[in-house]
């Protein structure tokens, strides 16, 4: 067992270790979002485990009777100051300990740095190596890694909410988290929908959610602390009555009235439960009832109520409390969903973009875009001296005419930039006036997803008809045109179009059809 000094030493010495690799840990360059949140949890652990060190210490401190004791143990009496007892008797201990165990590793705790501050696949020799990410493992596909919210589950469970106006869109629903924060989150609901059972489901499964989703995606931050506050917060609010929207009398009666609408009162003769009261006193005088009684009477222990012993008194008021704690509960989970909402008010508007990109997407683009998510991203390649002098020199290429680098990354000939009329510009307003340089550019987008998106945007087919149509007024006119055009040549085929009779008489189509409707033909 060591002695408590070294252990003080020792702790001091991994603390300022440790504080030496966090500080190496965040001045790290970090280019992505994966790298910053693999970054962010590496230091979060290095916190932990100097928060635990910190304690130790500090409880060594407190324990002043055991430092007095190793003090007094290690230092030799004035009278022997030559008694070197202790020192070979702690000695012949360690070479023990070595002895029994040879084969134990004495820098156990820099290999420990040397785990947290490793970056993996550095030298780049195994191109086929993939490192495992446990950090990944903690998002799921929707997340994508921490960048987006997935609250799909809770966008199902709001619309199958009881006393709700409508049902909302996945969109509309993430508009209504996004203006938690202008007041609470919910404001929208009736207090019959809020004081139910279901939406306290609800609202503590969106709670857990965000609260773990801000710990995956903000580890640095204490949100526990902030939570603590918050609840602190609202129990003072609540106290002082600042909660209008959420008045626990009346909307305890009508929620107590409307849980125990299905209790009623219990009848042991008949075997019966009765949901009114009037419709309990009027089965008292029925023929069913009084044979009831006179078979009770006749046995020797009455049936009991499976329901318990009723109490009509009691069971409104214990309703009444049971729904006031359940007001309280719902407040206060919403109270502090609405703080989470506050902090990841990016990360939803995040969100609601890439859900509305994703809906422009066609299938193939979905499927190409899994694919380049799914790919590992390219590790930094280590480039030497002369290399990067080289790299230098590239960067310096002298295009004072701004014209397009071709394949070997150079400027193309200024003869062949003329040639291909690659400084004409051409702005197609239904692209949102985007500008294209170079006819071949230009007849090529008409195909492209960016123009066919404009026109389906206009509710036009992107049709040949439309090619070289650029501006809105002129498609939306064209698109009225070739309506009409459609119509005249029905017309036109109704009227010209010549059919003949058994008799031989020549008629066109539609004098042809209206005279046998009348039965003349």
């Keep these: ?49 100097i928060s635990s060190r910190v304690t130790a210490l500090h409880n060594s401190y407190l324990d002043e009777d055991a430092r007095k004791a190793e003090i007094g143990a290690i230092s030799a009496p004035a009278a022997a100051q030559n008694d070197l007892s202790e020192f070979y008797a702690r000695l012949v201990k360690i070479q023990d300990h070595y002895n029994k165990y040879p084969d134990a590793v004495a820098g156990g705790f820099d290999m420990e740095l040397a785990a947290i ?3 993996g696949n550095q030298d780049g020799l195994d191109d086929d190596y993939e490192e495992e990410d446990p950090i990944s493992l903690l998002f799921s596909g929707e997340e994508a890694y921490g960048k987006y ?8 469970a709001y619309n199958n909410l009881k006393n709700i106006s409508k049902r909302l869109p996945y969109l509309q629903y993430l508009d209504i ?18 004081a139910t059972k279901d939406y306290e489901v609800y609202i503590q499964h969106l709670h857990d959610y965000l609260l773990s989703f801000v710990k995956r995606t903000q580890p640095l931050v204490d949100i526990q602390t902030k939570h603590q506050e918050a609840e602190v917060e609202f129990y003072q609010k609540w106290e002082d009555g600042e909660f209008v929207d959420w ?8 929620s107590a009235n409307a849980d125990g609408a299905g209790e009623g009162m219990w009848c042991s003769a008949c075997q019966k439960s009765y949901s009114k009261k009037t419709v309990y006193d009027a089965h008292l005088t029925s023929k069913k009832h009084m044979k009831a009684i006179a078979k009770q009477a006749v046995s020797e222990t009455p049936p009991q109520n499976p329901n318990g012993t009723q109490n009509i008194t009691a069971q409104p008021a214990s309703n009444v409390q049971l729904v006031k704690s359940r007001l309280r509960s719902s407040a206060l989970l919403t109270y502090l969903s609405t703080s989470l909402l506050v902090v990841l008010a990016p990360t939803i508007s995040e969100t609601k973009s890439n859900v509305e990109r994703r809906f422009s997407l066609t299938a193939r683009e979905r499927e190409q875009e899994l694919l380049e998510q799914s790919k590992p991203p390219p590790a930094p390649t280590n480039t030497s001296g002369d290399a990067a002098a080289e790299e230098e020199e590239e960067e310096r290429i002298y295009n004072p005419l701004k014209l397009p680098l071709g394949w070997d990354g150079k400027p193309i000939p200024y003869w062949l930039y003329k040639l291909h009329g690659l400084g004409v510009e051409y702005r197609c307003e239904i692209c949102s006036d985007h500008v294209y340089m170079g006819r071949k550019n230009f007849d090529r987008h008409f195909q492209e997803s960016r123009h066919a ?17 650029t501006r809105i007024e002129d498609a939306l006119s064209l698109a009225e045109k070739l309506k009409q055009e459609g119509r ?8 010209m179009e010549e059919l003949e009779d058994d008799e031989g008489n020549v008629y066109n189509r539609k004098t042809y059809e209206d005279l046998k409707k009348q039965g003349l033909i």
């Design 1 to 49: 067992m060591d002695s408590i000094i070294e252990t003080q030493r020792q702790t001091h010495e991994e603390i300022e270790r440790y504080e030496t690799a966090l500080y190496s840990l965040l001045s790290r360059n970090q280019p992505s979002h994966e790298i910053r949140i693999q970054t962010e949890h590496k230091a979060a652990q290095v916190l932990d485990r």
């Design 117 to 119: 501050l490793e970056e």
């Design 488 to 495: 005249h040549e029905i017309f036109e085929q109704e009227t």
């Design 453 to 469: 998106f404009g026109m389906r945007a206009l509710g036009l087919p992107n049709t040949k008809h439309f090619h070289e149509i």
């Design 177 to 194: 988290l996004l203006a938690a924060q202008n007041g609470l989150l919910h404001s929208e609901l009736s207090k019959e929908a809020r």
């Design 247 to 254: 008045d626990e009398s009346k909307t305890a009666k009508r």
């Design 149 to 156: 919210l997935d609250l799909y589950a809770n966008h199902t």
